[in-house]
């Protein structure tokens, strides 16, 4: 691949994700501040996942049959930019929802997209994909580090409980409209044929739950989903409550580490296999919530920040690895089907329930003084994945192929979910 061609990749894959991060983390500290209660909150986190859930649809119906992918990333980054600019100034919660929504369904398309205009852009996407990748990471530490850190030294107040990071993100998206124009072009790939609703959400992976490994992993994947949430909504709010400061910057430790074991993925696979790798994953985010329950911003500090390092093991060996899993087990016909459907039962089902149940646990716990009772909050999806993880332990058989796995298959990746 040519350096000129590289480098228009990874400044498209770090400004994607500058976005998705500018705002994500720290909405639900900045929604809570205005009044919104957790179960508003968490039914405004789920609207990326209703997103995840439809977004096959939108790009197979537009970007895979009539226009060319990096002109539909473009309209949907510039409608996303005015979407974004109106949500930072509204404070009813259900008005609040629906225009996010709106947002979501134009934002998760272009994750897809994005990865679309790379392949098309590759030679060998096994060597060259993850190098592309991550700068996506990259560009979400970025945008915690000026939000948490920067910002708020050159204003002297912290912008975590504001609307400032929503219209980050809002000119963020204008910027990555604008840029996308400037991307190789990626013509639309199914011109010539017209692809089932049930192809686009990858449906056609059902007849593979009839191994009952795989419908373990797709069952067991959609329940660790719904605890996931809890970080994904609440973390921010839970550390900013504690009283540490910069608590966005801080957070961006667990991208850090993020990119650490994704370059590791492919030596421990081969040491220890599918099945220990997503143990291994879902006894991070087991031991996460603990370390959560259990740690404060004075003498055990250090429990938080262990819990935050710990997202790259709980998100690469999880995630990551299962989608590998995914595609190694699916026939090459279906791989990408495959992947869709895994992607529509963690990011979409799994995580829209745990949106709506973290919200409601959230809010039964709020103490006399409107602050929560954290250590039993952590402890609940502490608990759930706990079990999900036993049941994953006695009911899933490893690959007998485990060991041969390619880390990074060529026929496509989706590590695209939210940091």
Partial sequence: MRFEIRSKLSIMMFLQFFIWGSWNVTMGTYLLNIGFDAISVGA?????????????????MLADRFFPAQHVMAILHLAGAALLWWISSLTDPTVFFWTLLAYALCYM???????????????????????IRVMGTLGWIAVGLIIGGLVPTMTGASIEATNIPLRIGAVSSLVMGLYCFALPHTPPGGANRKPSIGEMLGLETLAL?????????????????IPLTF?????????????????????????MSEVIFLVLIPVCLVRLGVKKMLLVGMAAWVLRYVMFAFGNNDTLVSLLYLGIILHGVCFDFFFVTGQIYVDRFAPPHIRSSAQGFIHVATYGIGMVIGSWASGTIVDRYVTPDNLHDWQSIWLLPAGMAFLVMLGFLFFFREPLASHSFN?????????????
């Fill in 209 to 225: 739950m009839k191994d009952r490994s795989f419908a373990v992993f797709i069952i067991g994947s959609l329940l660790i989903s």
């Fill in 109 to 131: 398309p272009t994750l897809a997209l994005a990865n679309a205009v790379a392949f098309n852009q590759m030679d060998d996407p096994g060597k060259e994909f993850p190098g």
């Fill in 407 to 419: 880390p990074f298959p060529d026929t496509g990746d989706s590590y695209d979910t939210p940091r």
């Fill in 231 to 255: 970080y994904y909504n609440f973390a921010n709010a839970f550390l900013n409550e504690t009283g540490m400061e910069n608590a966005a910057g801080k957070m961006t430790l667990g991208q």
């Fill in 44 to 60: 405004s986190y789920s609207t990326m996942n209703w997103g995840a859930i439809f977004a096959p649809v939108i790009v197979g």
